[in-house]
């Protein structure tokens, strides 16, 4: 159900048929931290879904009409709607299914779980820059911005006194950050939490969450999609299966 | 006159007191586009506000303990809450306070908004950078013919939908978010950059009919006259326009 093990479709594959009643489809792709977002949502609130993996380095043609962009996620509902953007479809899946909302009801509480958000903004690019810099040139000054980043988010922490940055229990604004913590190790980046001890603390009990555990993202499988990924592979997408 | 024409605080300004029960409280610059679409928010769900605007080129120092960089719109409510990016601003205000919603109740349609909103990210620095060029006599045709091409986009979506507004026949969140760049664009002498987009235009035209639109319309000359003293680096251009 969570996709783990469903082979990417490519180029000249046949166009899969609309969404059955009851059922949610992600269009995703196994390595992706954005899609993963979305993923964690549809566990936590026990969402029935299916997913479809694309090959990003071997587009099929009909995923730009699910996406012009065609980039995932993309959620498309039985009704033949579709949402992009991976934040946009977390509220979404958040408002329109019932269960545990994992937005605060609180909008002030709302609006200082976006504004983390906001602040957090520039982690994923910095982690994309530093994963195409590995073992070229010197990437100190990325490790510093880096640095700079983590220390704002320790920073809320610490403020918060919370374990989790919604509060003491854990919430969408976790979720929607978590996947890049999950790089950390691949990428070798462990060492900048020693310096963020709260954060240090909110990453174990983040693994400790049983929607994180049952969507593991495996270090090893992580390094080989990298590898083949920087190549512009197109089995990058399926390694591991 | 609107309600924010008030001049601005600077460095060496009293920091204003706790913000009255009953009432919140929008940091501000009367020319700024961001805390516009706020301002257009507060007045179109009636919501009781005062305005302190804030000199941007002498920032008070008392200013930074409301946003960590001093940057304009930043609400504040009684409790001491601060909440800051015009966005969330915007979505703060219509989830906090009752009466008309400008968001969608529906979630897809909800979804929508925030998908066109993703659309629009390139019309403000684009516009900007038009202003900019054409002040400093640079040449901006490469920068027009971007924003152009941004401004099909959205055309083709007005056309696409066949609603007069961006979230359908009646005006929401969506339209507010977006219009303070519309309002700019003659003032910014780019106002030809629509001249390819009728759909675009009829938009712009039910847009200054709306009650909220047109009550928070800045005079053009009051405008023109920000914008040449803002280019001369003068601190004086954001109370340009007020009476001492």
């Known amino acids: 159900m969570s996709g783990g093990t469903v082979r990417s479709l490519g180029k000249g594959s046949a166009p899969p048929g609309p969404v059955p009643e009851g059922l949610i489809r992600v269009y995703s792709m196994r390595f992706c931290p954005f899609a993963k977002r ?13 997913v479809i993996n694309i090959n990003l380095k071997n587009k099929p043609e ?25 934040a946009i479809t977390c509220e979404y899946l958040d408002e329109a ?36 810099m590995q073992n070229k040139e010197d990437c100190s000054g990325l490790k510093e911005e880096l640095h700079k980043e983590f220390s ?23 979720y929607l950050i978590w996947p890049w913590f999950e790089w950390l190790e691949a990428l070798e980046l462990n060492e900048y939490l020693e310096h963020t001890p709260n954060l240090k603390l909110w990453m174990a009990s983040m693994k400790k969450d049983p929607t994180v555990s049952s969507l593991p993202t495996d270090v090893k499988t ?5 590898n083949l990924y920087m190549q512009n592979s197109p089995e990058a997408c399926d390694y591991g299966l | 006159m609107t309600d924010d024409a008030t001049r601005t605080l600077g460095k060496g300004s009293i920091p204003p007191g706790p913000v009255p029960e009953g009432v919140i409280r929008l940091y501000s610059m009367r020319f700024c586009p961001y805390a516009h679409r706020t301002r257009l928010v507060l007045r179109a769900k009636g919501i009781r506000h005062e305005v302190i605007n804030i000199n941007l080129r002498n920032k008070p120092e008392w200013y930074f303990t409301k946003h960590p960089f001093g940057q304009i719109p930043v609400l504040e409510n009684s409790k001491c809450q601060l909440i800051y990016e015009s966005v969330i601003a915007c ?55 971007a ?42 002498g780019i106002a030809d950059c629509v001249n390819h987009t009728p759909t675009l235009r009829l938009w712009i035209a039910a847009m200054k009919q709306d009650p909220t639109v047109c009550s928070l319309l800045t005079d053009k000359n009051t405008f023109l006259g920000f914008l040449n003293l803002y280019f001369q680096n003068n601190p004086a251009a954001f109370d340009y326009g007020l009476s001492c």
């Open chain 1, 222 to 226: 992580l390094q080989g999609f990298f």
């Open chain 1, 38 to 50: 979305t993923l964690l949502v549809l566990t936590a609130k026990g969402i029935r879904h299916e």
């Open chain 1, 97 to 132: 299914y019932p269960g545990k909302k994992l937005w605060p009801s609180d909008p002030y509480e709302k609006a200082c779980q976006r504004m983390i958000f906001e602040s957090f903004s520039k982690v994923p690019s910095l982690m994309v820059s530093f994963l195409r």
């Open chain 1, 62 to 86: 009909w995923f730009f009409k699910k996406n012009p962009l065609g980039l995932v996620p993309v959620l498309e509902t039985s009704l033949g709607q579709l949402i992009c953007e991976s």
């Open chain 1, 152 to 174: 704002k988010l320790e920073e809320v922490l610490t403020n918060k006194k919370t374990t989790f940055f919604g509060g003491s229990s854990l919430s969408m604004i976790d």
């Open chain 2, 91 to 145: 979505e703060y205000l219509d989830d906090a306070y009752p009466g008309r919603k400008l968001y969608p109740y529906d979630p897809y349609e909800r979804a929508r908004q925030k998908m066109l909103l993703e659309l629009f990210y390139k019309v403000p620095h684009l516009t900007k950078e038009c202003l900019v060029a054409l002040r400093c006599g640079r040449d901006c045709t490469d920068l027009k013919l």
């Open chain 2, 147 to 188: 924003l152009r091409q941004e401004f099909c986009n959205l055309e083709e979506i007005l056309g696409y939908q066949n609603t007069v507004f961006f979230g359908g026949d009646c005006i929401s969140m969506i339209d507010y978010l977006f219009w303070p760049w519309f309002e700019r664009l003659d003032v910014y």
